[in-house]
C-alpha cells in the first residue's frame, strides 16, 4: 500500500467525523498546512465521507485559491487559526451535537482526557457561519491559548499540530459536554429521590 500523504489523511478525517455523527453529508471541514505558504483545505459543496484527494482544495496562506474546486466557505477562519497559533498544523470544524447547543447553559464535565491533552476550551456566542466576524473571534480565542472553540449553536473548532491531535480536541469536548449532561441528569434525579 503506498504512504498517506496529507490530502488522503483529510478524506479519511472527514469519513471519520461523519460517521460518528459529528457532521452531516455536506458539512463540516478541516484543513491542514502543507507548508509555511499554502494550506490543503476541504471543497464546499461536495459530499464530505465520499471526498478524494482530487477533490481537496489548496489555497495560500493569504486566501488566494491555488488548486482544486471551491474551498470551504470557513476557508478564513482556518486561515486566521493558523496565523493565530504558528505552532498548528491542522484544524478541524465539526458540528457535534451536544456541545454547540449546550454551550453556555451547561458546563463541561472537567475530565480526564481534557486535562490530558492540555485542551484548553473557549466559547464564542453565536456568528453568521463564514463570516469575517466568526473568523475574527475564533482567531482571537486560539491566540489566547484555546485548543478547542465552542461556537454556541454552530459547532466545534478543534486545532492541534496534526490532524489526530485537532481531531482530538474535537472529540474530547463533545465527550465532556455528554459527560457533563449525564451527570448533570444523575444529580436532578437524585435531588428528585431525596
Known sequence: MPPSGPLEELCRVMRYLYVKG???ALSGNASIKLDESRVAITPSGRVKFLLKPEDISIVTMSGEHVSGPRPSIEV???LGVYSACPDCGSVV???GLLSPVLAGILEPAEDLEL???GVKVCYVDELPP???ELAEAVSRAVSSGCKAV???NHGIVGTGRSLGEALEAVEAVENSFRRGLVLHILRKLEEKLR
Open 22 to 24: 459529528f457532521i452531516s
Open 76 to 78: 478564513e477562519m482556518h
Open 93 to 95: 470544524h465539526a458540528h
Open 115 to 117: 486535562r490530558a491533552y
Open 130 to 132: 463564514g463570516s469575517r
Open 150 to 152: 465552542v461556537l454556541k
